[in-house]
């Protein structure tokens, strides 16, 4: 399994990213897929989670309205599209896969928001 997250970099407070995340190694379309943040001194926490097919998703509270997880099985590909970035949203962002009772994660994407 090979989670590959691109997408990351230095937006100002109110302004938009998009994060991908490229998969390898399994069967994509048969899995649900995660994104989670770690900022510096917190535990890494769920941000956005989607169903196999894309037709469930689910939200942090924090990152509702905002964020929007999306997948293309023909790309192997997760997205989270991130609009009105706030300074708390700045973080490592890590997709994630639980395959066989074992979760794997990519190397993570540094999202700065700073003016």
């Known amino acids: 399994v090979q989670l590959v997250e691109s997408g990351g970099g230095l937006v100002q407070p109110g302004g938009s990213l998009r994060l991908s995340c490229a998969a390898s190694?399994?069967?994509?379309?048969?899995?649900?897929m995660s994104w989670y943040r770690q900022a510096p001194g917190k535990e890494r926490e769920l941000v956005a989670h989607?169903?196999?097919?894309?037709?469930?998703?689910n939200y942090a509270d924090s990152v509702k309205g905002r964020f929007t997880i999306s997948r293309d099985n023909a790309k192997n590909t997760v997205y989270l599209q991130m609009n009105s970035l706030k300074p708390e949203d700045e973080a490592v962002y890590y997709c994630?896969?639980?395959?066989?009772?074992?979760?794997?994660w990519g190397q993570g994407t540094q999202v700065t928001v700073s003016s």
């Open positions: 994630s896969v639980l395959r066989w009772g074992k979760v794997y």
């Open positions: 190694g399994f069967t994509f379309s048969s899995y649900s």
């Open positions: 989607i169903t196999s097919a894309g037709g469930g998703t």
